[in-house]
């Protein structure tokens, strides 16, 4: 967007988070709370960026690095006006509207701000030097007052520990986005005093400074107060979560996503699911994961950073990490998908399998019990109840190769590094340590005996019947 430049603010401590987290990266929906304004900027096209870091500001600055913004470092955090101050260090020469958005309002939404800029900017010349958005709550604790005057214009904010008994009472408080016009902001920024409850420098204070120099304030009063909530503490840091996920939720049903109970589909805002996939209750769909169309994600499934292929169903209770699944795979119930898998189209993986680092071609199947990890598994291969792939001999890792065709008895054990040719039988119950050629058959166990009547002598000999 012409003539924007923003600051976000993102230097406090977080007091109140408890932490040593600062609080902009604590998580809300998957991501750090600081990428939502981030993301809103990024949206709105604003041409500077700059966010103001100080607590943990190598954290924040490793955290958002390569997003593109700009830094600027408040050393001590002397308040939200002083934060603003350092910010316009690195914004001398900008012209136009300066927006300045809090790091700790994550559910704030472009539209929001696209509201408050046609209201800034509506008007021409009589302009305002300064907006900000407002909203009304039940229980403004926390929150800078609004106050206006008998015509309803707005004349100064009072923060709650400044506010008189009366003031108190002010159920319109301020919500921490303003948006100014960048002359107003550079002459008038030095001006804000710190004689406060706090002795801070307090940007809203930048109100009572335009409006006493005869300049206007406007005031878009939100009326969804949950969509400018700020996040001061842990509780708030969940109710921000729940209206997140609500939020996401919503926006997938929309696009054709039957989700059977919203608010138990712990969904990140990251994840990307395709239309006609239903998923169940209890479920948590986390990081970079890409669901594709039609699929069936049954409760109680986590899911990890993984790509998921059109017509795949994970059943209930299966674990399903950092990797990548093709079309119409069948994985679980209760079944563990560590990290590094790929997984072709057709494939299934049956109850109580655990699969880690491995590679399995087209319509193999692994039904039940097994454990297959640094493996290498062709198409049509039939693995066996019970299977084991020794991948780790006390000191390193080995790979088992298990081409196309073959068939592994239930129960077996594939001591890594080993290779079943294609099409090759491993009998039942045999420990494979050996390369097994293509197309033959390996067997370890002993000849089976059966000694007829031996059960009846042994009860005589016990006296039992
Ligand atoms: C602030 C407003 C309050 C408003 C509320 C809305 C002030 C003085 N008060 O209060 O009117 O109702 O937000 O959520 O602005 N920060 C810095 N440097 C500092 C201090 C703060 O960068 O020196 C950053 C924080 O990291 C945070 C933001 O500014 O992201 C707001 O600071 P916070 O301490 O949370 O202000 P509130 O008490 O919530
Ligand atoms: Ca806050």
Request: net charge positive; aromatic share 4%.
């Amino acid at each position: 967007m012409k003539n924007l430049s923003a600051i976000i603010l993102a230097a406090g401590k977080g007091t109140r988070m408890k932490s040593s987290l600062p609080k902009v990266l604590h998580r809300v929906s998957g991501l750090p709370m600081l990428a939502y304004p981030v993301n809103v900027l990024k949206g709105l096209k604003a041409g500077n960026v700059v966010v103001v870091v100080g607590h943990g500001a190598d954290e924040v600055r490793r955290a958002f690095g390569t997003t593109g913004v700009g830094f600027v470092l408040q050393k001590e955090q002397l308040g939200t006006g002083h934060a603003v101050m350092c910010a316009m260090k690195g914004l001398k020469s900008v012209r136009g509207d300066v927006l300045i958005l809090s790091g700790d309002v994550p559910l704030l939404t472009a539209q929001t701000v696209k509201g408050l800029l046609k209201l800034h900017r509506a008007g021409g010349k009589k302009r305002p030097a300064l907006s900000l958005v407002t909203t009304i709550v039940d229980d403004p604790k926390g929150y800078g007052r609004v106050v206006r005057d008998e015509h309803g214009a707005v004349v100064r904010i009072v923060e709650e520990k400044d506010c008189s008994v009366l003031q108190k009472g002010i159920n319109e408080v301020n919500a921490g986005v303003y948006l100014a016009e960048a002359g107003f902001l550079r002459s008038n920024i030095a001006k804000l005093g710190n004689r406060n409850a706090q002795g801070e420098y307090y940007l809203p204070d930048l109100v009572e400074l335009a409006v006493g120099s005869g300049r206007k304030v406007k005031a878009l009063t939100h009326l969804d107060a949950n969509e400018v909530m700020g996040i001061n503490n842990r509780v708030e840091l969940a109710k921000a979560n729940r209206l997140l996920r609500l939020r996401k939720a919503e926006d997938l049903m929309l696009s054709g996503v039957t989700i059977v109970d919203p608010e138990t589909a712990y969904i990140d805002s990251t994840v990307k699911v395709g239309a006609d996939t239903t998923i169940y209750p209890g479920v948590h769909i986390t990081g970079d994961t890409v669901i594709g169309q039609g699929c069936v994600v049954e409760e109680g499934v986590r899911i990890n950073g993984s790509v998921i292929g059109d017509s795949t169903t994970i059943k209930s209770h299966s674990i399903v990490e950092d990797s990548v699944l093709g079309k119409e795979v069948v994985v679980g119930p209760f079944a563990r998908l560590r990290p590094g898998n790929s997984i072709s189209e057709g494939v299934r993986i049956g109850n109580f399998v655990e699969v880690k680092k491995t590679s399995i071609g087209k319509g193999s199947k692994a039904n039940h019990l097994s454990y297959l990890g640094d493996s290498v598994i062709g198409s049509g291969v039939n693995i066996g109840a019970g299977t084991i792939t020794c991948n780790y001999d006390g000191f390193s890792k080995h790979t088992t190769v298990i081409e196309d065709g073959a068939f592994i008895g239930s129960d077996s054990q594939l001591v890594a590094p080993v290779t079943v040719g294609r099409g090759a039988y491993v009998g039942s119950g045999t420990t494979v340590t050996k390369d097994v050629p293509p197309g033959s058959l390996v067997i370890t166990r002993t000849g089976e005996k059966v000694i007829a009547g031996w059960a009846a002598r042994k009860r005589k000999k016990k006296g039992k019947k």
